[in-house]
């Protein structure tokens, strides 16, 4: 099977960036003859709920977004993550994260990377440190042992790029999303990822984890992302930024629908059917969309 995914996370509605990601990903899919999967990616238990899932995909549908079979749901698949870890050479991380920040201010040290603290412990500092962890009630993250520093992908609009790969977490209490996303891209078939160029910096981590696991590499598609007026993000904190926020200032679905269209080059359309005939990647503006 070939397909593409939108796999939102269930922590409040989709805001306008969020559903003009989720719209290029299902153009993509649609475009190249591909399913297109939906997943719910539930995995972080303390910030998602069935709630938000169940209007995340109201909303989708309601815009025109269809999807092939029923979502996958990240918290049924426990078993799967696990299978997947087992396979890798991994060790505990015992670090807090302000540990991490003052240790990767060292100079041999790339920016946003693990250093490497816990990586060459001894049996005896281990179990020690297992020890005040249990006594405190928390539980040392996994993180995997890699042996490379960098890796190349290739993405459909930036071309080659090679970036860092550390010792990065594979679970911390909850599966860590770098983990889970590459097992449920495997097992969905998954060969081309459409989301935002804010993580694009995470493909190369993610692509060798796959060829660890022996899974192929998908096609990566990182689309530009809708900012405020200050160039930051876009975020629920912009004002009406959310589909049913916008329906309850008066827009109808097919305005909302009109508005997503002219940010990704396709002025005037009104339906999504609308927006597939007549959409060509090569002419996606490349510029982050300005929300106004």
Request: with cysteine; proline share 4%.
């Given at each position: 099977?070939?397909?593409?995914?939108?796999?939102?996370?269930?922590?409040?509605?989709?805001?306008?960036?969020?559903?003009?990601?989720?719209?290029?990903?299902?153009?993509?899919?649609?475009?190249?003859?591909?399913?297109?999967?939906?997943?719910?990616?539930?995995?972080?238990?303390?910030?998602?709920?069935?709630?938000?899932?169940?209007?995340?995909?109201?909303?989708?549908?309601?815009?025109?977004?269809?999807?092939?079979?029923?979502?996958?749901?990240?918290?049924?698949?426990?078993?799967?993550?696990?299978?997947?870890?087992?396979?890798?050479?991994?060790?505990?991380?015992?670090?807090?994260?302000?540990?991490?920040?003052?240790?990767?201010?060292?100079?041999?040290?790339?920016?946003?990377?693990?250093?490497?603290?816990?990586?060459?412990?001894?049996?005896?500092?281990?179990?020690?440190?297992?020890?005040?962890?249990?006594?405190?009630?928390?539980?040392?993250?996994?993180?995997?042992?890699?042996?490379?520093?960098?890796?190349?992908?290739v993405d459909y609009y930036n071309g080659r790029y090679v970036g860092p790969v550390d010792d990065f977490v594979l679970r911390r209490?909850?599966?860590?999303?770098?983990?889970?996303v590459v097992v449920d891209d495997a097992a969905g078939g998954i060969d081309q990822v459409v989301r935002g160029d804010d993580l694009l910096s995470?493909?190369?981590?993610?692509?060798?984890?796959?060829?660890?696991?022996?899974?192929?590499?998908?096609?990566?598609?990182?689309?530009?992302?809708?900012?405020?007026?200050?160039?930051?993000?876009?975020?629920?904190?912009?004002?009406?930024?959310?589909?049913?926020?916008?329906?309850?200032?008066?827009?109808?679905?097919?305005?909302?629908?009109?508005?997503?269209?002219?940010?990704?080059?396709?002025?005037?359309?009104?339906?999504?059917?609308?927006?597939?005939?007549?959409?060509?990647?090569?002419?996606?503006?490349?510029?982050?969309?300005?929300?106004?």
């Amino acid at each position: 099977m070939s397909a593409g995914r939108y796999a939102p996370s269930p922590s409040g509605d989709l805001h306008f960036g969020n559903l003009r990601t989720a719209l290029l990903a299902w153009l993509f899919a649609r475009k190249t003859s591909r399913e297109f999967i939906m997943r719910i990616e539930d995995v972080d238990s303390q910030r998602s709920s069935a709630e938000s899932a169940a209007r995340q995909l109201d909303d989708l549908a309601s815009l025109g977004l269809d999807w092939d079979g029923q979502p996958v749901v990240q918290s049924s698949r426990h078993e799967a993550y696990q299978a997947a870890l087992s396979q890798l050479e991994t060790y505990e991380c015992f670090c807090s994260r302000r540990d991490i920040l003052e240790a990767s201010g060292a100079a041999h040290v790339l920016p946003g990377c693990y250093p490497g603290t816990c990586r060459e412990l001894t049996a005896q500092e281990r179990e020690l440190r297992r020890q005040q962890f249990a006594e405190q009630g928390r539980v040392p993250a996994v993180r995997l042992r890699s042996d490379v520093e960098e890796f190349e992908v290739v993405d459909y609009y930036n071309g080659r790029y090679v970036g860092p790969v550390d010792d990065f977490v594979l679970r911390r209490g909850d599966w860590a999303y770098n983990l889970a996303v590459v097992v449920d891209d495997a097992a969905g078939g998954i060969d081309q990822v459409v989301r935002g160029d804010d993580l694009l910096s995470s493909a190369p981590r993610q692509a060798y984890l796959a060829s660890l696991l022996g899974y192929a590499v998908p096609e990566y598609v990182h689309v530009p992302l809708v900012v405020n007026a200050e160039g930051k993000r876009l975020a629920k904190r912009d004002g009406a930024v959310t589909l049913r926020q916008m329906l309850e200032q008066g827009l109808t679905v097919g305005d909302v629908v009109e508005q997503l269209a002219g940010s990704i080059g396709v002025p005037g359309a009104r339906t999504a059917a609308e927006i597939l005939e007549r959409f060509d990647p090569q002419l996606l503006p490349r510029d982050a969309y300005v929300w106004t």
